[in-house]
Nanobody, 125 residues
Framework: VQLQASGGGLVQPGGSLRLSCAAS????????IAWFRQAPGKGREGVSC????????WTADSVKGRFTISRDNAKNTVYLQMTNLTPEDTAVYYC???????????????????WGQGTQVTVSS
């Protein structure tokens, strides 16, 4: 099981980015997939999650209305579309999944046992 996150970069406030999380070794559509982020000096924060099998999903209040999680099952890839970015969105973004299927997107962060390597998003003028 491998996850590869990409798409980060430097963007001005108000700008947009789309992050990708490509899976190999398993079918993403069978697993809950979440995006987390970690800003310098802060703990890891959940951003958004989606699970096709039970329809569970959540999005953090801090990004609701600006960030959208989506899937392309044919490409075995999950995306995080980020719009209206602010400097507070600066962080390393990670995609992650787990196999405790009964918990879906409502698993604890400690249950997410497969992580991508992270992609840096910097929002600055």
């Amino acid at each position: 099981v491998q996850l590869q996150a990409s798409g980060g970069g430097l963007v001005q406030p108000g700008g947009s980015l789309r992050l990708s999380c490509a899976a190999s070794g398993f079918r993403l559509d069978n697993y809950p997939i979440a995006w987390f982020r970690q800003a310098p000096g802060k703990g890891r924060e959940g951003v958004s999650c989606h699970y096709d099998s039970d329809g569970s999903t959540w999005t953090a209040d801090s990004v609701k209305g600006r960030f959208t999680i989506s899937r392309d099952n044919a490409k075995n890839t999950v995306y995080l579309q980020m719009t209206n970015l602010t400097p507070e969105d600066t962080a390393v973004y990670y995609c992650a999944t787990h196999s405790r299927f009964a918990y879906g997107c409502f698993a604890e962060i400690s249950d997410f046992n497969y992580w991508g390597q992270g992609t840096q998003v910097t929002v600055s003028s």
